[in-house]
């Protein structure tokens, strides 16, 4: 640069001092909710008897933390693998606890009032409908459904028997979460111009690469029914029943694993109740090549109505799962345990530096005027602080399973009902559907259909 000319550079060093205070931190501890106690007190006549269908990975953990909830017990369980009806048995420390291959006996049983469930995704529609024709509220764990028109066929049998259904994404039950979304609707981060979130896996467990049970043949697991639907059948396969999720005829992949947890933690913090009108998808199997079909690594851009939104998954490459939330006058940063507000003034804080392609008087003029008129306005804004909000050791699946059975006994909503769930897993399913068609796809609130 000469020496007429001036640099963005010297810019910043001429104002330096000018504007107010620099930026600060701060740590603020965030305390469980009260649905999280172990030991608020239950009536035992407000002792709530559940059924649970399916108790591999996902349901032996519900089971095990719904029946250390007050005022809940076991009263069946169900399962198409006999093994793990030893497993009901082992965690609910009963030896005589009723167990069945057949979950419509825990239906039929008028004194289980209701079902916690957790079965391949191909199988969510089935025993979500069965469940509320029952008359029987249900727990479904994510995604609500493995297809668009699954989840509209269970929003429409939830709405008919007015029974109450809880999805199991349960983001929307962290104080995490609820403190972002109070930060959010206080308004501190000025116009949305932005979400992005990110999750990624580095491990063979994590890309579901599952160790069958030794013990697993066609005696011991009804092959038959737990293909349900699908066609065409295959022969017994130990690898298919363990890692169902690597196929899109049983599961929904890494979209119905992982997206949906950042989707719906997203649209509650941003109080968004409605399906993403586009998405465009790319993706791949670039490392884990054992014979799946569907992606290990998965991106997606959405506009949830006008806001775009960038979601990434990964099943090689371990991120912590994160969202990163722009505003015109801050970011607000969300993990796990944390949340974290840097606050932005959206002001000039210095002169601009495009006056450095003046003249030197009209630049000297320029700035003699720029100082006069921001100088004590900017010496009076208060300092800017960084605030992170942290929670140590905080399981969001307890107080969501939590939600439910108070719901069952009060009939008030659940935090997360069938129309949320169904929306949160079209973005999912939109995701799939795009990476597929290799096109961008919308979802038609007409039809009720996605298009490509």
């Not at 239906?107 to 957790?118: Q, R, T």
């Not at 066929?153 to 709405?159: N, R, S, T």
């Not at 119905?256 to 947890?261: E, F, K, M, R």
């Not at 506009?303 to 912590?320: I, Q």
Request: net charge negative; glycine share 8%.
């Amino acid at each position: 640069m000469s020496k007429d000319g001036f640099s963005r550079r010297e810019f910043l060093g001429v104002s330096a001092a000018v504007a107010g205070g620099t930026l600060s931190a701060i740590e603020v501890l965030l305390s469980a909710e009260a649905t999280a106690s172990p030991n608020r007190h239950v009536p035992p006549s407000d002792t709530l008897r559940f059924g649970i269908i399916g108790v591999g990975m996902e349901g032996s953990g519900l089971l095990g933390t719904a029946i250390e909830i007050p005022g809940v017990e076991c009263a069946a369980a169900a399962d198409l693998y006999d093994g793990r009806h030893t497993l009901a048995r082992e965690i609910v420390a009963r030896p005589d606890l009723p167990v069945t291959r057949r979950y419509r006996e825990l239906l039929d049983n008028k004194n289980i009032d209701c079902i916690l469930a957790a079965v391949p995704d191909h199988w969510h529609r089935q025993v979500v409908i069965d469940s509320v024709n029952a008359g029987k509220d249900i727990y479904c764990e994510k995604p609500m459904s493995h297809t668009a028109a699954d989840g509209v066929a269970m929003v429409d049998a939830a709405k008919k028997s007015g029974r109450i259904v809880q999805i199991g994404s349960q983001r929307v039950s962290s104080q995490v979460c609820a403190k972002a979304k109070e930060i959010i609707a206080q308004g501190h981060l000025g116009d949305l111009m932005l979400v992005e979130g990110w999750l990624g896996r580095n491990d063979p467990t994590g890309a579901w690469q599952y160790p069958p049970p030794f013990d697993l043949s066609p005696q011991n697991l009804d092959w038959d029914t737990w293909q349900g639907d699908v066609t065409p059948k295959v022969p017994f396969n130990p690898l298919i029943f363990a890692r169902w999720r690597c196929w899109k005829e049983y599961g929904t992949g890494v979209a119905g694993d992982l997206l949906v947890h950042l989707v719906s933690g997203m649209m509650f913090m941003l109080g968004i109740n409605e399906p993403p009108k586009q998405a465009a998808a790319v993706g791949g199997i670039r490392h884990w090549k054992d014979g799946r079909n569907m992606p290990d690594v998965h991106s997606v851009v959405y506009y949830f109505g006008d806001l775009p939104v960038y979601m990434r998954l990964n099943l090689a490459c371990e991120m912590p799962e994160t969202y990163r939330i722009q505003g015109s006058r801050g970011l607000l940063e969300v993990t796990g345990s944390s949340v974290t507000f840097t606050p932005q003034l959206g002001i000039d804080t210095y002169p601009s530096y495009y006056t450095g392609s003046f003249p030197r008087a009209m630049r000297e003029e320029y700035l003699k005027r720029w100082h006069a008129e921001n100088d004590e306005k900017l010496a009076k804004l208060p300092p800017q602080e960084s605030t992170t909000y942290r929670m140590a050791d905080f399981d969001d699946l307890r107080p969501h399973l939590a939600n439910f059975f108070d719901a069952v006994r009060t009939r008030r909503p659940v935090v997360e009902d069938a129309v949320f769930g169904h929306n949160a897993a079209l973005a999912c399913h939109m995701a799939n559907e795009s990476y597929f068609k290799k096109t961008s796809v919308t979802w038609d609130s007409v039809s009720r259909t996605i298009r490509a």
